[in-house]
């Protein structure tokens, strides 16, 4: 996995309306990168809700969010809606942002292991330089703790 002081691995991937986004169209702004499993799961509609909540903070901090799945980009259209999600989804079907970020790794589940994305999160600053690394993120608890690091 990435850590604080590495250059952000670059990316461009479809939003929820399939317009490409880049990494680099937020140079010289906070970028609050959260990889998280599937749209409309328990844990990561908690997660997706959170960010939600506290959009009008992550604002006011200067930080743009953005969310990062498997998903197809019509399945987060649904899910943005449905949940009244502000902030960018992109859809990663290939990997390329997963497997940049270090966040497809062996999972278990209830016995079972399989390959699937670690809930983690990335604070990249206006210089592309990754800030902090948030591994492993509760769903209920991470838009606050990433509130708090952006708070300083």
């Given at each position: ?12 991937l ?5 317009r ?18 599937r749209?409309?799961?328990p ?40 949940h ?54 509760k ?12 708070r300083?």
């Open positions: 996995m990435l850590e604080a002081g590495m250059k952000a691995p670059g990316f461009t479809p939003d929820k309306d399939g490409p986004v880049s990494l680099s169209d937020f140079a010289g702004r906070r970028v609050v990168l959260y990889f998280y499993s749209d409309n799961t844990g990561c509609t908690r997660q997706a809700c959170a960010f939600a909540g506290a959009y009008a903070e992550f604002e006011a901090l200067g930080a743009v969010v953005i969310g990062v799945s498997r998903d197809s980009a019509a399945s987060h259209a649904k899910f943005a809606e449905k009244g999600l502000p902030f960018i989804l992109l859809s990663d079907p290939e990997r390329q942002a997963i497997e940049a970020y270090g966040v497809w790794q062996e999972k278990k589940n209830y016995g079972k292991v399989a390959m699937g994305v670690v809930r983690s999160t990335f604070v990249i600053g206006p210089d592309g330089v990754i800030e902090k690394v948030m591994p492993k993120v769903p209920d608890t991470n838009a606050a703790d990433v509130l708090a690091f952006l300083g």
